[in-house]
């Protein structure tokens, strides 16, 4: 049986966070379709498009222009058509704030980025992999 395609929004300013992200994706040897966007305006506009409904948001917390990670979740969380659609905070701050923020929020985690390449893969190979069986569990 093929594996089904998770797809993933990434929303992160900072380019270097975005090639660190997409890098530690790739070598999670999973069939993912990663969706890049800069900033939260950008993509709520594109979760606007009702055919665009990811599986996976993973959001930095801080980002450039008016919305935050946390008021693009709460767009998400908003919106019936995104309904199934997990979050995942990818945030350099290591703050108590925030993670409680990010549980009120329902976050499925809170990765932190990592200098270390392979710590980030541990984490989102474990977090998307047990989304991934959950998943499939509940279409079995």
């Known amino acids: 049986m093929k594996e089904s395609e998770i797809n ?6 900072n380019s270097d966070h ?14 993912i379709n990663l969706t890049v966007c800069e900033n939260g305006e950008e993509a709520l506009a594109l ?12 959001l930095d ?6 919305l935050d990670g946390f008021d693009v979740a709460q767009q998400i969380r908003k919106n019936p058509n995104l309904s199934r659609t997990d979050i995942i905070y990818y945030t350099g701050y290591d703050n108590p704030e925030y993670k409680a923020l990010a549980e009120e929020t ?14 980030t893969v541990t984490k989102l190979k474990q977090v998307i992999g047990d989304w991934s069986n ?3 569990l509940e279409r079995a």
């Open 8 to 13: 993933i929004l990434l929303v992160e300013d």
């Open 134 to 136: 959950k998943r499939r």
């Open 18 to 31: 975005q090639l660190l992200a997409q890098m530690a994706v790739n070598r999670l040897n999973m069939n």
């Open 106 to 119: 329902g976050a499925l985690d809170y990765i932190l980025k990592n200098e270390d390449m392979s710590v």
């Open 47 to 58: 979760l606007e498009k009702k055919q665009f409904c990811p599986d996976i948001a993973l």
């Open 61 to 66: 917390i801080e980002l450039m222009h008016d």
